[in-house]
C-alpha cells in the first residue's frame, strides 16, 4: 500500500538553529498538509499545499514556518530559528481531493528543541 | 468552546465488547475524519465520511449531518484496538481535531 514518508523520524536541534522536515507524499495525491502535536496535546493543523502554492494555514504557521515542494516529490517545512515550543511531533499528510480514505499520514517526526 | 468533542476521553473494555466513541462538531465540513493513533504516535486514517455510514471489517462509521454528529463503533473489540481515536472534521485545506478518546481493551 503506498505511505506517506517522513525522515527524520526524531531530530534534537538547538534552540535558534533552522530545521528542516522531510516528506514524500504519495506520487498520485494532489494536497498536502503537515501538522503538528504538542505531546500530551490534540494535533493541530499547521498548513496545506495544493499546486505549488500554500492554499490554507493557521495562526499557529507564523513567519519563522514555510513549506516547499522543491522537486516535485519532496514536501518540506522548514523552522526557521526554532524555539522550546516547537517542540513537537510533526505530521505529514497527502491526500486526492475527493474518495477512497482520505488522508494518509507520514509516521511523524519527532522534533526536540533544547 | 472546542470545535470538535469526543466522548468519552477514556474507555476501557473487555475484549469482545461493542465499543462506541462519538463525536460532535461546530464547525462546517466538507468530510469528517477518523483516525487511529497507536501509542508509537503513527496517525492512521480509518474513515472519512461525508453522508451516511460506512463500514471495514469490524469498525463502523456513522454521520449526521443535521445533528452535526458522528459515531465509531468497533464489534468484537480486541486488545490490539487498543488506540486513541481521534476525530477530526474540515474540508480538503484543513482539519480541526477532537482531543481523542483513549481505548483500552483488556483480555
Known amino acids: 500500500e503506498p505511505e506517506v514518508t517522513q525522515t527524520p523520524s526524531h531530530q534534537v536541534t538547538q534552540m535558534g538553529q533552522e530545521v528542516i522536515l522531510r516528506c514524500v507524499p504519495i506520487?498520485?495525491?494532489?494536497?498536502f498538509y503537515w501538522y503538528r502535536q504538542i505531546l500530551g496535546q490534540k494535533v493541530e493543523f499547521l498548513v496545506s499545499?495544493?499546486?505549488?502554492?500554500?492554499?490554507?494555514k493557521s495562526e499557529i504557521f507564523d513567519d519563522q514556518f514555510s513549506v516547499e515542494r522543491p522537486d516535485g516529490s519532496n514536501f518540506t517545512l522548514k523552522i526557521r530559528s526554532t524555539k522550546l515550543e516547537d517542540s513537537a511531533m510533526y505530521f505529514c499528510?497527502?491526500?486526492?481531493?475527493?474518495?477512497?480514505?482520505?488522508?494518509?499520514f507520514g509516521s511523524g517526526t519527532r522534533l526536540t528543541v533544547v | 468552546k472546542n470545535e470538535v468533542e469526543q466522548s468519552p476521553q477514556n474507555l476501557t473494555a473487555q475484549e469482545g465488547e461493542f465499543i462506541t466513541i462519538n463525536c460532535s462538531y461546530s464547525?462546517?465540513?466538507?468530510?469528517l475524519h477518523w483516525l487511529q493513533q497507536h501509542p508509537g504516535g503513527g496517525i492512521v486514517s480509518l474513515f472519512m465520511?461525508?453522508?451516511g455510514k460506512k463500514k471495514h471489517g469490524r469498525l463502523i462509521a456513522t454521520i449526521n449531518i443535521q445533528e452535526k454528529h458522528s459515531s465509531l463503533h468497533i464489534t468484537a473489540s480486541h486488545p490490539r484496538d487498543s488506540a486513541v481515536y481521534i476525530c477530526?472534521?474540515?474540508?480538503?485545506?484543513?482539519?480541526?481535531f477532537g482531543a481523542g478518546t483513549r481505548l483500552t481493551v483488556k483480555p
Open positions: 506520487s498520485n495525491h494532489l494536497y
Open positions: 499545499f495544493y499546486n505549488n502554492e500554500i492554499s490554507e
Open positions: 464547525v462546517g465540513i466538507s468530510a
Open positions: 465520511l461525508s453522508s
Open positions: 477530526a472534521a474540515g474540508g480538503n485545506n484543513d482539519m480541526r
Open positions: 499528510a497527502s491526500s486526492i481531493p475527493q474518495g477512497g480514505r482520505g488522508y494518509t
